[in-house]
């Protein structure tokens, strides 16, 4: 408990509650605060956001049908555990989408489409150097699903989303700390630059790698540290 209470701000009547908890709950998942297998109880997370439990518990079976979390007779929910073949399947699922792509806008979008996303990789590392987590998350996620969405493909974009929820940022903590987010998010603004000159075949490249850093971000995340850096971790409606 507690951990998630910082998030208690965000749900409000604008959005449905049950949306507005299931952001809260994936923020949760991707940055390790909920721990992959661990069994989480609605009324337990329900207590941590000073809410009832009827709301989490619906966003709860959204999560499920991502795939990012297991119900659990009469206990709760278990978070998806996703191992290294995984991660590796939805990287080359990403790559073979979102390199192409890349040269594609490039050769097609606007000038004024493409300088639109330079404040949301500004706002990358800006949140990589404040150690920003939940920001970071948020951010990068906009820029490349705003990025996707310039090829006017909708399902594509969705089919983008949807992987990068299930192929969540494990060992993010542990690479804040050693400063490893900062590198991988500069590479938003080098890839930009490229797009904006034109180059298509150095803006597929560079894609290709900034795919690829963050694959091996997430090697060095679970191997040398574990899911939440080798600390432990809290554990909001755990149990309860």
Same mark, same amino acid.
């Given at each position: 408990m507690g951990h998630l209470q910082q998030r208690t701000p965000l749900i409000t009547a604008t959005v449905r509650l049950r949306d507005q908890v299931a952001h809260a709950l994936r923020a949760a998942l991707i940055s390790?605060?909920?721990?992959?297998g661990e069994v989480y109880s609605a009324p337990g997370l329900a207590e941590d956001f000073g809410i009832s439990a009827t709301p989490v518990r619906e966003a709860m079976l959204d999560l499920a049908r991502e795939g990012l979390v297991e119900?659990? +007779?009469n206990k709760g929910f278990r978070v998806t555990e996703v191992n290294e073949r995984d991660l590796d399947q939805y990287t080359e699922i990403r790559t073979l989408i979102e390199v192409p792509m890349?040269?594609?806008i490039t050769r097609t979008a606007a000038r004024e489409e493409l300088e639109a996303?330079?404040?949301v990789a500004e706002e990358i590392v800006r949140a990589a150097r404040e150690h920003d987590l939940?920001?970071?998350l948020e951010?990068? +996620?906009r820029f490349h699903l705003t990025l996707l969405a310039l090829s006017g493909n909708e399902r594509l974009v969705e089919t983008v989303s949807d992987l990068r929820k299930r192929s969540r940022l494990y060992g993010l903590n542990a690479l804040d700390e050693r400063g490893e987010l900062i590198p991988s998010a500069e590479e938003h603004l080098e890839l930009l630059d490229l797009m904006l000159a034109g180059d298509a075949e150095g803006a597929e490249k560079c894609m290709a790698r900034h795919l690829g850093h963050v694959r091996s971000l997430w090697a060095k995340g679970v191997s040398e540290d574990g899911p939440d850096g080798g600390k432990p971790a809290r554990k909001p409606g755990a149990g309860r």
């Amino acid at each position: 408990m507690g951990h998630l209470q910082q998030r208690t701000p965000l749900i409000t009547a604008t959005v449905r509650l049950r949306d507005q908890v299931a952001h809260a709950l994936r923020a949760a998942l991707i940055s390790g605060e909920l721990r992959p297998g661990e069994v989480y109880s609605a009324p337990g997370l329900a207590e941590d956001f000073g809410i009832s439990a009827t709301p989490v518990r619906e966003a709860m079976l959204d999560l499920a049908r991502e795939g990012l979390v297991e119900p659990v +007779r009469n206990k709760g929910f278990r978070v998806t555990e996703v191992n290294e073949r995984d991660l590796d399947q939805y990287t080359e699922i990403r790559t073979l989408i979102e390199v192409p792509m890349t040269g594609r806008i490039t050769r097609t979008a606007a000038r004024e489409e493409l300088e639109a996303l330079r404040p949301v990789a500004e706002e990358i590392v800006r949140a990589a150097r404040e150690h920003d987590l939940i920001g970071y998350l948020e951010a990068d +996620r906009r820029f490349h699903l705003t990025l996707l969405a310039l090829s006017g493909n909708e399902r594509l974009v969705e089919t983008v989303s949807d992987l990068r929820k299930r192929s969540r940022l494990y060992g993010l903590n542990a690479l804040d700390e050693r400063g490893e987010l900062i590198p991988s998010a500069e590479e938003h603004l080098e890839l930009l630059d490229l797009m904006l000159a034109g180059d298509a075949e150095g803006a597929e490249k560079c894609m290709a790698r900034h795919l690829g850093h963050v694959r091996s971000l997430w090697a060095k995340g679970v191997s040398e540290d574990g899911p939440d850096g080798g600390k432990p971790a809290r554990k909001p409606g755990a149990g309860r």
